[in-house]
T-cell receptor, first 112, second 112 residues
Framework: RKEVEQDPGPFNVPEGATVAFNCTYS??????FFWYRQDCRKEPKLLMS???SGNEDGRFTAQLNRASQYISLLIRDSKLSDSATYLC?????????????FGSGTRLQVQP | DAGVIQSPRHEVTEMGQEVTLRCKPI?????LFWYRQTMMRGLELLIY????????DSGMPEDRFSAKMPNASFSTLKIQPSEPRDSAVYFC??????????FGSGTRLTVV
């Protein structure tokens, strides 16, 4: 079983739609959580961190459920420029391991 | 700040040849990571360094792969001999305790 699992999509949505992505992680020692965005043929870039109480950044809202080991990302009022792959990312702290573990990503295509 | 610099951007080589990928991390970052990305397996951690010392190389596929970090401003990932299944995008990333990951633009390797 992969440490971080995501629905690969693609999610095809019209402009202005609200779309939600989910992610599950298998290791309960995971302590830090992030969403990264990766455009086609580009490097991943940090979209936002995910905090236990949930957090919002403009049109983007991230939620964490530690009990269910589940992370979500909600995008409201989708723009064409939101088309990308969204990577769910976790970091374990049990062994002091600083490296991030990436999910395979969920592809979003926003259509006009 | 120039960001994380990787070279070459693209590499095409014949099976059996030695390939060397290069990375210059952001000045002041004390962690350096090498990742490999393929369609089938997503982003996989190969190895990471802290203060130039390899900390976790459990992701290195086999003895054909080796990585070095002779100083704080330079790292190499070497594949010898290369095989077609090594074809992928190789990303280098750096971070410090107070900053998140910054990825380089990647090296797209094709082994024919």
């Amino acid at each position: 079983r992969k440490e971080v699992e995501q629905d690969p999509g693609p999610f095809n949505v019209p402009e202005g739609a609200t779309v939600a992505f989910n992610c599950t992680y298998s290791n309960s020692a995971s302590q830090s959580f992030f969403w990264y965005r990766q455009d086609c043929r580009k490097e991943p870039k940090l979209l936002m961190s995910v905090y236990s109480s949930g957090n919002e950044d403009g049109r983007f809202t991230a939620q964490l459920n530690r009990a269910s080991q589940y992370i979500s990302l909600l995008i409201r009022d989708s723009k064409l420029s939101d088309s990308a792959t969204y990577l769910c990312v976790v970091r374990r702290m049990d062994t002091g391991r600083r490296a991030l573990t990436f999910g395979s990503g969920t592809r979003l295509q926003v259509q006009p | 700040d120039a960001g994380v610099i990787q070279s070459p951007r693209h590499e095409v080589t014949e099976m059996g040849q030695e390939v060397t990928l290069r990375c210059k991390p952001i000045s002041g970052h004390d962690y350096l990571f090498w990742y490999r990305q393929t369609m089938m397996r997503g982003l996989e951690l190969l190895i990471y360094f802290n203060n130039n010392v390899p900390i976790d190389d459990s992701g290195m596929p086999e003895d054909r792969f080796s990585a070095k970090m002779p100083n704080a401003s330079f790292s190499t990932l070497k594949i010898q001999p290369s095989e077609p299944r090594d074809s992928a995008v190789y990303f280098c990333a750096s971070s410090s305790a107070t900053f998140g990951y910054t990825f380089g633009s990647g090296t797209r390797l094709t082994v024919v």
